[in-house]
């Protein structure tokens, strides 16, 4: 009988060493299917045969062990291997590698399926799909480039002609500096140049109509006109001047006033030279001091701060309306006073109007900065202070709806300054866009699907969702890279990619089988001296079975 047992044990061992072989074999032939993860095969003793039962020690004797003859081996499991592989780059967006526990979420004819293998492509509808079977992988579709919450799946499907509209700009930011070393608008010196005929020729008769454009602190014009009389000769001149508005109309009560001018044998000027005169906050100064009394005509011209010119500081950006259509935003700065810029908006006549938003027509105002750091200490618009930044509504002569804009200056360092760096002021960004058409696509390591537009705008599109299980190797495989819930595999738990998942996704790559070659080689040699050991145990008990029965011969 125990031959038979011994038969019957080397039989099982032929058997499992087979099937041995067939997972070896299905694993080398598998070596290069993309996301494929190897199995292997453990072993068990079966029952065993009781040759004699052990004992209790006793107070005379010790106990005595079981002798136990094993009735061979049987499969203990088939495991797969679910180690990470090695990722292959492909350049390809659609193919996508998983690095984590995670599987791809893949739906066939109402059933859904789980794999590793992430060779995607869009069909003709625009569904994402593993090409070998038409399965549509499963995810989160975008609503308004915002992904919902929860874990909802349904088709990742991407209209790939669709197109957004044009979104109109609200804000503009801005940032850069303006040079504390500008020469300002505001006049600081008037200075009265040339000679005065000292027998008195060429003493005007009358104020002048026209003079000089000066401007106060605020960046306000206003004209000065001067002017020389003269009695006696030799001549006794008196210097004339009167500040009237722009337009020529009387400042208030007006500003006017009279200086005599005394000269000395050379023709010196001495006494008074220098005069000061005040309009509302702002004051000026009248530098006489170049004038001349000789026989010489009489011509006198008026130079404003010693001949400094302003250079305001000019940036634009391109801003756009609701539908889609571009307009130039252009704001002027000038240097108005220490530490005080005037800001004015402009665009051209065109493309519509602008002004101030709430109903006021201001489009310009005035920014101060701090002395200490050259950051912004405060804004006015239309010589009304603003709390944070102004705001200017834009009426597009398009036929677009009218758009309120921001003109946000920044704050501390991060916006304009004034220091003693070179001006240049810069349009950080801009909220707006055209309307475009999709050109491009990526997918990110969160499974997110980013559509890039023909305006360079970029929008989420979709998601790619991945679900993890309790038991990985409970799974059943379908084949086509694919598996199934089994009983022992538990609940799919589909989560985005990332951390709550601990899997993220890497595009443009595909996982390789996890497979390795020298290890399977190994394990076939096992498998074959097992096979062949087994062998032998049957060839053995077959010859001592001919033996027993050629005891009667």
Do not use: C
Not at 39 to 51: E, G, I, L, Y
Not at 195 to 207: I, M, Q, R, W
Not at 452 to 472: C, D, E, H, K, P
């Amino acid at each position: 009988m125990s031959l038979l047992n011994s038969l019957f044990s080397g039989v099982s061992g032929l058997r499992n060493h087979q099937s041995m072989m067939d997972v070896i074999g299905n694993n080398i032939s598998n070596v290069n299917t993309i996301g494929y993860k190897g199995s292997r095969v453990t072993f068990s003793d079966t029952f065993s045969q009781f040759v004699k039962a052990g004992t209790n020690p006793t107070a005379t004797s010790g106990g005595t062990n079981s002798f136990q003859i094993g009735l061979g081996a049987k499969l203990n499991s088939i495991d797969k291997n679910w180690n990470q592989g090695t990722f292959e780059r492909t350049g390809i967006v659609t193919d996508l590698a998983l690095q984590g526990p995670g599987l791809f979420i893949l739906k066939s004819n109402g059933t859904d399926y789980y794999s590793r293998a992430g060779s995607f492509t869009f069909d003709a509808n625009g569904n994402l799909v593993n090409p070998q079977n038409g399965a549509i992988v499963q995810g989160k579709l975008a609503n308004g480039g915002q992904i919902p919450s929860g874990t909802t799946i349904t088709d990742i499907k991407i209209d790939t002609s669709q197109r957004i509209p044009a979104v109109k700009t609200t804000d503009t930011r801005w940032g850069g500096n303006l040079s504390s070393s500008s020469p300002t608008l505001k006049t600081d010196i008037v200075q009265e140049i040339g000679n005065l005929n000292s027998t008195g020729t060429g003493a005007a008769t009358a104020e002048p109509t026209t003079g000089k454009t000066i401007y106060d602190s605020n960046g306000t014009a206003y004209q000065l006109r001067t002017w020389y009389t003269s009695t006696g000769s030799p001549a006794s001149w008196t210097m004339n001047y009167h500040v009237v508005n722009s337009d020529g109309s009387e400042v208030g009560a007006g500003i006017n006033g009279t200086q005599a001018l005394t000269f000395d044998a050379s023709g010196k000027l001495t006494g008074v030279t220098s005069l000061p005169v005040t309009i509302g906050a702002s004051q000026f100064s009248l530098d006489l001091s170049a004038l001349t009394s000789t026989g010489n005509a009489t011509s006198v011209d008026s130079k404003l701060d010693r001949g400094e010119e302003t250079a305001p500081v000019n940036s634009a950006v391109t801003i756009f309306d609701s539908l889609g259509n571009t307009h130039t935003l252009t704001i002027t700065y000038t240097h108005l006073d220490t530490n005080t810029w005037k800001w004015d908006v402009s665009l051209p006549a065109t493309s519509g109007t602008f002004t101030g938003a709430g109903g006021t027509s201001a489009t310009s105002g005035v920014v101060t900065f701090n002395g200490s750091d050259g950051t912004i200490k405060s804004i006015t618009q239309g010589g009304n202070p603003v709390t944070d930044f102004p705001k200017i509504t834009f009426t597009p002569s398009s036929g677009a709806e009218v758009q309120d804009i921001d003109l946000n200056f920044g704050a501390d360092t991060s916006g304009i300054t004034q220091t003693n760096l070179p001006s240049q002021v810069t349009s950080l960004s801009q909220n707006g866009a055209a309307s475009a058409s999709l050109t491009n696509m990526n997918i990110d390591q969160y499974g997110k699907v980013v559509g890039i537009f023909s305006n360079g705008t970029s929008r989420t599109l979709a998601q790619v969702m991945v679900a993890t299980f309790a038991n990985l190797n409970g799974l059943t495989s379908i084949g086509d890279n694919m598996y199934t819930i089994a009983s022992n595999s538990g609940d799919p738990r589909i989560s985005e990619p990332g951390e709550n998942s601990a899997t993220t996704i890497q595009s443009g790559a595909l996982e390789q089988s996890n497979v390795d070659l020298s290890e399977e080689f190994t394990r076939m040699i096992v498998s074959q001296r097992g096979f062949q050991a087994n062998a032998r145990v049957i060839t053995t008990s077959d010859t001592l079975l001919q033996e027993i029965t050629n005891l009667v011969r």
